[in-house]
């Protein structure tokens, strides 16, 4: 059974850091990209950043470009999601999702129709 946990949300002031831990089981953590993504009522589901597995590439969406920085762990199957400089904006249920590794992945990574499995997510609360 495919399963991936986040962990890691939480309530901070602005200007501080979080880290979000995705942990994934039940696939070849190698085959597979993994992304973060965030959701605030009301809004759609933005794609966050992503990370190909199989080479390593690293993808961001604009808004955190220089605030956040996605890395793995593939001994512990974890994907992590540091974020520093946090906004009030960045408020949101952040969600790890695993796709398909592939060169398209630099253009469909941060959509959200390339992700097969998705987390529960994590409530990410930043206070102004």
């Known amino acids: 059974e495919v399963q991936l946990v986040e962990s890691g949300g939480g309530l901070v002031q602005a200007g501080g850091s979080l880290r979000l831990s995705c942990a994934a089981s039940g696939f070849t953590f190698d085959d597979y990209t993994i992304a973060w993504f965030r959701q605030d009522p009301g809004k759609e589901r933005e794609g966050v950043s992503c990370?190909?597995?199989?080479?390593?590439?690293?993808y961001y969406a604009d808004s955190v470009k220089g605030r956040f920085t996605i890395s793995r762990d593939n001994a512990k199957n974890t994907v992590y999601l540091q974020m520093n400089s946090l906004k009030p904006e960045d408020t949101a249920v952040y969600y790890c999702?695993?796709?398909?590794?592939?060169?398209?992945?630099?253009?469909?990574?941060?959509?959200?129709?390339?992700?097969?499995?998705w987390g529960q997510g994590t409530q990410v609360t930043v206070s102004s």
């Open positions: 999702a695993a796709g398909p590794n592939s060169l398209s992945t630099r253009i469909y990574g941060l959509r959200r129709w390339w992700y097969t499995y």
């Open positions: 990370i190909n597995n199989g080479d390593g590439s690293t």
